[in-house]
């Protein structure tokens, strides 16, 4: 309090000495002038605590100066008492509609005016206590926002880096904070076809966007090696029970689209029912959850069961999160499934719907608040052709990676009952960052090598049995019996890598412990089978995307070498 400086400006140099003695009698610092020019410039240079300012003064006025004064000072609050005589209501109220903040009438009592001051500077006090703990918030959460970005950076990178750029998906991503509660991942399968899942994760923001990197990790990395949707599944739900606190967990809709099979095999867990468009007549199917949300139950009593629905060219598959239904307009009132339906019964076309979604959810919420992250997806019906070609070039200096390698991997019967061995072969080979670029050519081999040293020759099943749609039944049949009773056997995958970095050469060995059979005109069998509808393609495909394609020893050893980088006309 000693440290308080008092300005008191006043043209009566009488009514000035007195105040000035009974201010400084008070224990305070006191500055003088006799006008309002020199209240605004002892401001300038002094910048005093209280400002008691006469309200009537030449050369410049107290209401004209505090205007100043309060201009000058900026977010800073600097009290300005008035000194009058005035009476009349309107005249006070003038002064403090000026920018003072209180008026003292004369004569003065010292009492008041110690207390108007002792009041007036706890006050000032409290403001810089405010502005100080404004600025350090703002500090802090401009250091948090810029955290947070290069957080998101990173997360949509590994979030968003799948294919959800291909021409069969559309989608509208609205998150609430910097992070987005919902997630949503597209990946491409090596033996075709396409994985899709959206997730709504418990809450929004940062707490809620933490799950979605493990998630996506998982999804993008299973997937790329070939592993089947259930297995992603369980996997996903395994790691997520693990890592999150009780009472988080993700709503989840995953989606397997075929587009040879034309279908999608769905699963669907705590979230809100999702409606299959059908081109044809418009007509609409509403799909429900029928399981819990992922990360809630144990592995053991996880459900992993995939429900398959046909789609026909074009027809549209429609997810959304809970963040659609229970949009709120300025009188509260939620969007709706009512409402959705009304969208899609409404609509001119099945093409139009995604857009149709969109605008009447933005004239319903208006300007009011959102509290939820919204998500809306589209899937739609294609052939794997439409699909864009995702070229990926080679940087131009060295690639990391292994570049000289061998390994071999001995299956036996037991293991060849109940384990595929595709995903960690096709991981193996994706440690070479230039083989990464033919993930589905290699899967391909891979696939119909394996499947022909186990099928054909560790359990004996002859392929002339799929020439037919019965004659594929009874396959399927037979090599359930042969699995059954399968009790010894073997097949040997080696692999043998050598290259540059730039470039490179891959021999894939595939030894079964089958009798073999005669590979001496084996090309002209494979013409002849592959004419068949059911069966045959499967080695001539390989054919054209391996360098050379031989058998050895007794017909029971395939030896496939392929080189990379290939042209993207297939040409080597």
């Known amino acids: 309090m000693d440290a308080i400086k008092v300005l008191i400006a006043d043209d009566n140099q009488i009514d000035r000495m007195v105040l000035s003695r009974i201010v400084r009698n008070q224990g305070y610092q006191v500055l003088e002038a006799e006008n309002g020019v020199e209240a605004v410039h002892a401001f300038d240079q002094h910048r005093p605590d209280i400002i008691l300012m006469d309200v009537m003064m030449p050369v410049m006025d107290g209401r004209e100066a505090a205007r100043r004064i309060k201009a000058d000072a900026g977010e800073d609050f600097v009290p300005v008492i008035f000194l009058t005589s005035l009476t009349d209501a309107q005249s006070l109220a003038d002064c403090l509609e000026s920018g003072g903040d209180d008026f003292l009438s004369k004569p003065y009592n010292h009492i008041i005016l110690q207390a108007k001051i002792s009041s007036f500077y706890r006050m000032r006090e409290m403001h810089r206590t405010v502005q100080r703990q404004r600025d350090t918030i703002a500090s802090n959460n401009e250091h948090l926002l810029h955290e947070q970005h290069v957080a998101k950076a990173v997360f949509d990178n590994v979030a968003h880096a799948g294919c959800l750029s291909a021409p069969n998906i559309r989608y509208m991503l609205s998150p609430l904070a910097v992070f987005n509660g919902d997630v949503l991942l597209a990946a491409r399968k090596p033996a075709g076809g396409m994985h899709v899942l959206l997730g709504d994760f418990t809450g929004h923001g940062l707490p809620a966007a933490i799950?979605?990197?493990?998630?996506?990790?998982?999804?993008?990395?299973?997937?790329?090696?070939?592993?089947?949707?259930?297995?992603?599944?369980?996997?996903?739900?395994?790691?997520?029970?693990?890592?999150l606190p009780v009472g988080f967990?993700?709503?989840?809709?995953?989606?397997?689209?075929?587009?040879?099979?034309?279908?999608?095999?769905?699963?669907?867990?705590?979230?809100?029912?999702?409606?299959?468009?059908?081109?044809?007549?418009?007509?609409?199917?509403?799909?429900?959850?029928?399981?819990?949300p992922l990360g809630v139950l144990s592995n053991e009593q996880f459900s992993d069961t995939l429900t398959e629905y046909s789609m026909d060219h074009g027809d549209r598959l429609f997810v959304w999160s809970d963040g659609i239904i229970e949009a709120r307009n300025p009188a509260g009132e939620m969007f709706g499934e009512e409402r959705l339906k009304a969208v899609f019964r409404e609509a001119s076309a099945p093409a139009h719907v995604f857009d149709d979604i969109q605008h009447a959810l933005a004239d319903f919420v208006a300007d009011s608040a959102r509290d939820d992250d919204t998500t809306l997806l589209e899937l739609r019906m294609i052939e794997e052709h439409e699909l864009e070609d995702v070229s990926l070039q080679l940087a131009s200096g060295p690639l990391s990676g292994p570049v000289d390698w061998q390994m071999s991997y001995h299956l036996g019967s037991e293991t060849l009952k109940n384990f595929n061995p595709l995903p960690l072969m096709i991981h193996i080979m994706m440690e070479v960052p230039g083989l990464r670029l033919m993930g589905g050519q290699l899967?391909?081999?891979?696939?119909?090598?394996?499947?022909?040293?186990?099928?054909?020759?560790?359990?004996?099943?002859?392929?002339?049995?799929?020439?037919?749609?019965?004659?594929?039944?009874?396959?399927?049949?037979?090599?359930?019996?042969?699995?059954?009773?399968?009790?010894?056997?073997?097949?040997?995958?080696?692999?043998?890598?050598?290259?540059?970095?730039?470039?490179?050469?891959?021999?894939?060995?595939?030894?079964?412990?089958?009798?073999?059979?005669?590979?001496?005109?084996?090309?002209?069998?494979?013409?002849?089978?592959?004419?068949?509808?059911?069966?045959?393609?499967?080695?001539?495909?390989?054919?054209?995307?391996?360098?050379?394609?031989?058998?050895k020893g007794r017909g029971n050893i395939v030896e496939a070498v392929i080189r990379w980088p290939q042209m993207l006309d297939g040409r080597r």
């Open 211 to 243: 799950g979605a990197m493990p998630l996506a990790e998982i999804f993008y990395g299973m997937t790329a090696k070939g592993f089947a949707l259930r297995d992603i599944l369980r996997e996903i739900n395994l790691k997520l029970k693990g890592i």
């Open 249 to 292: 967990f993700c709503c989840a809709v995953v989606v397997d689209l075929n587009f040879d099979r034309k279908s999608a095999s769905i699963w669907m867990g705590g979230v809100p029912d999702c409606y299959m468009l059908r081109q044809q007549d418009t007509k609409i199917e509403i799909l429900k959850s029928t399981h819990l």
């Open 443 to 551: 899967y391909t081999v891979m696939a119909e090598l394996f499947s022909n040293a186990f099928e054909h020759g560790v359990l004996g099943l002859k392929s002339e049995l799929k020439r037919s749609s019965d004659g594929f039944m009874q396959y399927y049949r037979e090599r359930e019996a042969c699995l059954a009773e399968l009790r010894e056997g073997y097949v040997i995958i080696s692999m043998n890598h050598q290259g540059d970095g730039r470039s490179g050469r891959l021999i894939l060995r595939v030894e079964d412990s089958g009798p073999g059979f005669d590979y001496s005109s084996v090309a002209g069998q494979q013409r002849e089978i592959a004419a068949e509808p059911y069966c045959g393609r499967g080695i001539p495909l390989v054919n054209q995307i391996c360098e050379s394609l031989e058998y």
